[in-house]
């Protein structure tokens, strides 16, 4: 065998440490019981038969392996952590029915996982299959957790450790009456299910069950790590079929009020996945029965950013009806909304804004919804977070969907208006996010109160932002959009004033638009030439041009098109 490398060597050492550290008397322990074990009687050929009944028998090779082993410790391991002889010797301790060679076993995996970040070889999962079913508490309670270990460290493939055969013990091991057990083999099963084979192979074993079972658990450690692995669960559409079948549902909604929050955002978290599939709907929102949705609704105002986050989510996925949706905004969660969009976490921003949008496509929650708290809100949002293209997107859509309401007024009066124009100064093109706010300002800029207050906070970076971007040809339905809130706001003083800095670009993009296939960038193009030609300036600068040509080319076809019209009709009517 070669030599050992440093890091293995320093490993060792540890480990010899950690023993001595454990009980300065370990040691000699072993080896008294040894002693005792090799003079027993029940190791001599007379001894009495009925002895073996009651304690197992020490074999002879486990007693050579256990002393080799005892050699190893007391010499620092002068072999490798991993290598053959070591796996032989961890073998024969593993499948030894003397609960004391087992916790030797067991032990020596325990501190290698709490030290080694290399991977653990196939060959040494064997063991553990003997380890966990172990008779012997100890053992069940080491060996469960230096496999939680290892799997958090990644230092076991997960699929493996299934394959392997080692998903039935340990699924066993969630029955056990220990805590300390159930814990680590909770853990054992929430770190394996994030492979969506291994959740399905967890179904089939009728794993479960026992983690519903102690999704109840007294101990909240327990608890924890059970609902952690429902939540895993929950991933797999096949398996959610499943834990609703097992009653998975209830016992989710009455963890919600836990006064664990880790225990809250698990549940939650299992639920919103489960609500990303309306054929559960149904059975989550009974009717006479909104105990789900009353208690998200509580949630909404937790102290912990991501149990409240989560609480969005979930009622976002639930909230796919118009019943629905009045129904939220009738429980008066716009006061908990308008808090969270002011939250410090973007997290929970991100998620309050999202279920808004949902909640503002129903048309009967509109006027609701349009009023000064939320617009408010809305708008300060947008100015502090001008750049993050979650909150522009969806805040665009919320204020276009409000603007149809009978509520523009109040839209004016909040600061909505000067956030939207603000984000084009900070977003890309490539963006959606910029796609909706210019599609949202088109929209509001055909209101004459609206176009007013879109010029008073006009200056000249947003005039040239405009200008660019309904020069850019990459995004044809950007571009129109906004052509059209310049085309709007044309008939201002000040608007004219700000667009004489850009006559060139100005001409550049009708040009473009008066050769567009599309009638309706032919439209805009000539509409707004109009209205920029009753300005003196204007009117020289495009007599200089080839507007007029463009113009007449335009005309020429229409009058062709018109011709060709009135020939078909004539045809049509003989």
Not at 149 to 171: A, H, S, T
Not at 187 to 215: D, F, H, K, W
Not at 346 to 368: C, F, G, K, M, Y
Request: with cysteine; hydrophobic share 40%; glycine share 4%.
């Amino acid at each position: 065998m070669g030599q050992l490398c440093g890091r293995c060597m320093q490993v060792l050492r540890d480990f010899v440490a950690f023993i001595q550290r454990i009980s300065s008397n370990l040691v000699h322990g072993i080896k008294e019981c040894f002693t005792l074990i090799s003079k027993s009687s029940c190791l001599k050929q007379n001894s009495s038969k009925a002895k073996q009944l009651y304690k197992p028998i020490l074999q002879p090779h486990e007693r050579v392996t256990a002393q080799e082993f005892l050699q190893h410790i007391e010499s620092g391991f002068e072999m490798s952590p991993l290598g053959k002889d070591s796996l032989e010797a961890l073998r024969t301790l593993a499948f030894s029915e003397n609960p004391g060679l087992q916790q030797s076993a067991a032990l020596y995996y325990l501190h290698m996982s709490q030290h080694m970040n290399i991977p653990l070889p196939v060959e040494h999962l064997e063991p553990f299959y003997a380890l966990l079913r172990s008779a012997d508490l100890e053992v069940q309670q080491m060996s469960s957790l230096s496999l939680v270990n290892f799997l958090l460290e990644e230092n076991i493939d997960k699929e493996l450790v299934v394959q392997m055969g080692l998903l039935e013990p340990i699924l066993d091991l969630l029955e056990s009456d220990d805590p300390t057990v159930q814990c680590n083999s909770c853990a054992c099963t929430m770190t394996l299910a994030v492979s969506e084979s291994n959740r399905e192979a967890i179904g089939a074993a009728r794993g479960i069950t026992p983690l519903l079972s102690l999704a109840n658990s007294y101990d909240p450690r327990v608890q924890q790590n059970a609902v952690g692995a429902i939540l895993n669960l929950t991933r797999s559409e096949k398996i959610q079929q499943v834990l609703c079948k097992e009653g998975a549902l209830p016992v989710l909604a009455l963890l919600l009020e836990s006064s664990d929050a880790e225990v809250q955002y698990y549940s939650c978290a299992a639920l919103s996945n489960l609500a990303a599939n309306i054929q559960h709907h149904k059975a989550m929102l009974r009717p006479g029965n909104r105990f789900l949705l009353r208690t998200l609704i509580s949630l909404l105002s937790s102290s912990v950013d991501k149990v409240s986050s989560q609480a969005c989510v979930c009622l976002r996925n639930l909230a796919t009806s118009a019943d629905i949706r009045a129904e939220m905004v009738a429980a008066d969660v716009l006061p908990q909304l308008c808090s969270l969009l002011a939250a410090g976490s973007e997290e929970v921003r991100r998620a309050a804004i999202a279920l808004l949008w949902i909640l503002s496509q129903h048309p009967h929650n509109q006027d609701t919804l349009a009023c000064a708290e939320l617009l408010q809100s809305l708008g300060v949002l947008l100015l502090a977070h001008k750049a993050d293209p979650v909150i522009v997107g969806h805040a665009a859509c919320i204020i276009r969907s409000l603007s149809l309401s009978k509520n523009r007024q109040t839209i004016i009066e909040s600061p909505c208006i000067e956030g939207l124009l603000q984000t084009m100064l900070c977003t890309d093109t490539q963006e959606d996010s910029l796609h909706y706010v210019t599609s949202c300002l088109a929209e509001l800029a055909k209101q004459e109160g609206v176009t007013l207050h879109m010029v008073q906070w006009m200056d000249e970076p947003l005039t040239k932002c405009l200008v660019r971007l309904a020069g850019q040809l990459e995004h044809t339905e950007l571009s129109f959009q906004v052509a059209s809130i310049i085309q709007h706001m044309i008939g201002h003083e000040k608007m004219m004033h700000l667009l004489k800095s850009h006559v060139a670009e100005i001409e550049g993009y009708l040009q473009h638009f008066l050769t567009h296939q599309e009638i309706r960038f032919q439209q805009l193009g000539i509409s707004t030439f109009c209205r920029l030609r009753e300005d003196p300036e204007f009117s020289l600068a495009f007599r200089k041009s080839q507007m007029a040509k463009l113009l007449d080319q335009v005309r020429q076809q229409t009058e062709e098109t018109q011709e060709l019209l009135r020939a078909a009709v004539c045809h049509e009517d003989s």
